[in-house]
Structure formats: C-alpha cells, structure tokens
T-cell receptor, first 115, second 114 residues
Framework: AQSVTQLDSQVPVFEEAPVELRCNYS??????LFWYVQYPNQGLQLLLK??????LVKGINGFEAEFNKSQTSFHLRKPSVHISDTAEYFC?????????????FGGGTRVLVKP | KAGVTQTPRYLIKTRGQQVTLSCSPI?????VSWYQQTPGQGLQFLFE???????NKGNFPGRFSGRQFSNSRSEMNVSTLELGDSALYLC?????????????FGPGTRLTVL
C-alpha cells in the first residue's frame, strides 16, 4: 500500500518571501514522486518529478524539490514567491516498476501569496 | 499541439440518472487516466486505459466505467448517479510507456448531482 501526506493544508506567504511545502510518503516499494500545481478552475500542471539520480530536482517557475529517502520526504521549495503562485499544490507518488499511471495524491496544500 | 480537452465542462444531473464524460488526449498519446476530485476525498484515481485496454483500476464501485477508442479518445460513464458523485472529473493523457511519462491534465468536467 502507498500513501502520500501533505502536512499543511494551507500556507499563507508574503510576496517575495520563500515558501516550503511539505510532503511525506509511505510505500513498501520504491516510488517516483511528483509535484503538480492547480490554478483555479484549471486542471493540474506538472511542476517537477523525481525518478532517480540527483535528489535535488529543479522544475518550472523556479520551484525545486529535494528527495530524502531516509525521511521519506519530498518537500517543495521556492526562494521567492509571486502573487501568481497562488494555487493549490499536490504531491503524488507512483510505485517504480508499476505498469501504468496510477498516481496516489496527497490532500493538497493551498498557497495564498499576499502582497 | 492542442492540449487535453474534456467535454462537457459543466454538467448538472439528478440522482438516478447516468452521465457520460468525454476526453480527447494530446495527439500521439496512448494512455488516458481518469481522476475524481472532491473537497472531502481529494484526488482519487478512477482508471487508466492504454491502447484501448484498461490497465489500472481504482477503488470505485462498478457504477463507474470507461472505455477507450482506437483514436485514444476516452469516455467514462457513471450510472445511477448519487449525490456523492458530485465532483470535478479530470482526465490526463500521456505517451503511456513507460509509466513515468509526464501526464498532461485537462481542465476537467464539473458534475453536479441534485
């Protein structure tokens, strides 16, 4: 069984401040990990993904995430946020070696960027 | 390249009715996955089709079904609608092999059951 937990349901942050969104996973097998963003009334957009190799993954829009196997975490960070980063962010996992795209999502973190 | 399109974007039905939602994947993509998004349960995987075959299935009752056509377009059907089926239904497409190919999501169909 696999589960993904996002520890914060909401994160308010001021414009140009850094932000960190926390994600922990639990799985009996190795997993691939993803971060998606959902803007209001839109579908999900992939920010970045960890498949293997370097544990620091850089994504679009200045986001990056670090895979930590010992802490089973995959936290998302951005050093300086913009108003346009206001959205909901989802962490997701996929067992390695699995056939297909059966993603397991965390509950989401709403980021509200204040001016 | 056109993105993933879903029709209709909004739908209102009453309990007991059935509904069919449609998803057109990005050209060349062979995998289509469906997800249900609700405030209470979050994002949950429904099923995935790859080359017209169901490759994965989530934990949903048999009232939820789907299919994929030879042009990779997919439909999902929900029969005997219940109030709890009100949700945003998201479709995602990918090349499909390997499974780590990026999934591209459509804007969703918002279903309201009265």
């Amino acid at each position: 069984a696999q589960s993904v937990t996002q520890l914060d349901s909401q994160v308010p942050v001021f414009e140009e401040a850094p932000v960190e969104l926390r994600c922990n996973y639990s799985s009996s097998v190795s997993v691939y990990l993803f971060w998606y963003v959902q803007y209001p009334n839109q579908g999900l957009q992939l920010l970045l993904k960890y498949l293997s190799g370097s544990t620091l993954v850089k994504g679009i829009n200045g986001f990056e995430a670090e895979f930590n196997k010992s802490q089973t975490s995959f936290h998302l960070r951005k050093p300086s946020v913009h108003i346009s980063d206001t959205a909901e962010y989802f962490c997701a996992g996929l067992p390695t070696g699995a056939a297909g795209n059966k993603l397991t999502f965390g509950g989401g973190t709403r980021v509200l960027v204040k001016p | 390249k056109a993105g993933v399109t879903q029709t209709p974007r909004y739908l209102i039905k009453t309990r007991g009715q059935q509904v069919t939602l449609s998803c057109s994947p990005i050209s060349g993509h062979r995998s289509v996955s469906w997800y249900q998004q609700t405030p209470g349960q979050g994002l949950q995987f429904l099923f995935e089709y790859f080359s017209e075959t169901q490759r994965n299935k989530g934990n949903f009752p048999g009232r939820f079904s789907g299919r994929q056509f030879s042009n990779s377009r997919s439909e999902m059907n929900v029969s005997t609608l219940e109030l709890g089926d009100s949700a945003l239904y998201l479709c995602a497409s990918s090349l499909g092999a390997p499974s780590t190919d990026t999934q591209y999501f459509g804007p969703g169909t918002r279903l309201t059951v009265l």
